[in-house]
């Protein structure tokens, strides 16, 4: 299994970025799909989740309004668009696949900065 985020860099504040991550070695479309990110000397927290056909999306409050996560079975990839970035976005984020409630498996993140 293999998750692979990318697209992160420094952004100032207001900014946008979209992240991407490919998932290979299972069924893609079978899992749900989720981002997370890990801020220095903070844990990590769950920012946004899509189910496996992409019709029910969940976001944390923080991000609500500013982010979208979509897929696209066809690519085996899941995406956030990020809006109006605040620098307490800054962190590493990482997507996430699970089966049923619980998280299975877990990519390396990519860094996003937002400067003031």
């Known amino acids: 299994v293999q998750l692979q985020a990318s697209g992160g860099g420094l952004v100032q504040a207001g900014g946008s970025l979209r992240l991407s991550c490919t998932a290979s070695?299972?069924?893609?479309?079978?899992?749900?799909m989720g981002w997370f990110r890990q801020a220095p000397g903070k844990e990590r927290e769950f920012v946004a989740s899509i189910n496996l056909g992409g019709g029910i999306r969940d976001y944390a409050d923080p991000v609500k309004g500013r982010f979208t996560i979509s897929r696209d079975n066809a690519k085996n990839a899941v995406y956030l668009q990020m809006g109006s970035l605040r620098p307490e976005d800054t962190a590493v984020y990482s997507c996430?696949?699970?089966?049923?409630?619980?998280?299975?498996?877990w990519g390396q993140g990519t860094q996003v900065t937002v400067s003031s």
């Open positions: 070695g299972f069924t893609f479309r079978n899992y749900g």
């Open positions: 996430a696949a699970r089966r049923g409630k619980e998280f299975n498996w």
